[in-house]
Antibody, heavy 118, light 107 residues
Framework: EVQLVESGGGLVQPGGSLRLSCAFS????????MTWVRQAPGKGLEWVSV???????YYADSVKGRFTISIRESKYTLFLQMNSLRTDDTAVYYC????????????WGQGTLVTVSS | SYVLTQPPSVSVAPGKTAMITCGGD??????VHWYRQKAGQAPVVVIY???DRPSGIPDRFSGSKSGNTATLTIARVEAGDEADYYC??????????FGGGTKLTVL
């Protein structure tokens, strides 16, 4: 079973930047994809970004050009660099694993809260 | 992009059956996954690929699909089933899509 622990959330002003990290571990860990999903306060789940272990990345239109997903495989760490933050980026950000592109989001971290406010 | 539509809320008495729907164009050609999210917690998969159940999820939970609608059915509902439920598909290309979520209230 995979364990995922996010960090790096906090309060940031509009236009600012923040980098989220997600440490993952577990016996026989071999997810094929890792992803970030967010949830604004009182709202539903929104997919943000995915990275394939081959390096391919995809982004939701709402964050394209502002967010960058990356992974440091040797340290089992996933990142989300968030620039030009807006108030509507305020949310709990979850990192998670996907085994197959058409498959479910298997394992989730507990999330880290990002608040964008002046 | 692809859209999934869920009812905002469903209410059911304990011991009865709850059915939560998820509508989408050509959903019959997509694998539908269902998540349960209790207050303050991360989502958990309860059904994957339309009707498969992960280990640890009781057999009271089942999934089905017909036409443009997928359905999550919870039999013999318990107070502990109260949560938000989301459907999700891979919409193709670079599109992982969630439904808007359904709040299940146990009366």
């Amino acid at each position: 079973e995979v364990q995922l622990v996010e960090s790096g959330g906090g309060l940031v002003q509009p236009g600012g930047s923040l980098r989220l990290s997600c440490a993952f571990s577990g016996v026989n860990v071999s997810p094929n994809y890792m992803t970030w999903v967010r949830q604004a306060p009182g709202k539903g789940l929104e997919w943000v970004s995915v990275i394939y272990f081959g390096g391919t990345t995809y982004y939701a239109d709402s964050v394209k050009g502002r967010f960058t997903i990356s992974i440091r495989e040797s340290k089992y760490t996933l990142f989300l660099q968030m620039n030009s933050l807006r108030t509507d980026d305020t949310a709990v950000y979850y990192c998670a694993t996907i085994s197959a592109v058409t498959g479910p989001i298997d394992s989730w971290g507990q999330g880290t809260l990002v608040t964008v406010s002046s | 992009s692809y859209v999934l539509t869920q009812p905002p809320s469903v209410s059911v008495a304990p011991g009865k059956t709850a059915m939560i729907t998820c509508g989408g164009d050509n959903i019959g050609h997509k694998g539908v996954h269902w998540y349960r999210q209790k207050a303050g917690q991360a989502p958990v998969v309860v059904i994957y690929y339309d009707a498969d159940r992960p280990s640890g999820i009781p057999d009271r939970f089942s999934g089905s699909k017909s036409g443009n609608t997928a359905t999550l059915t919870i039999a013999r509902v318990e107070a502990g089933d109260e949560a938000d439920y989301y459907c999700q598909v891979w919409g193709g290309g670079s599109d992982w899509v969630f439904g808007g979520g359904t709040k299940l209230t146990v009366l």
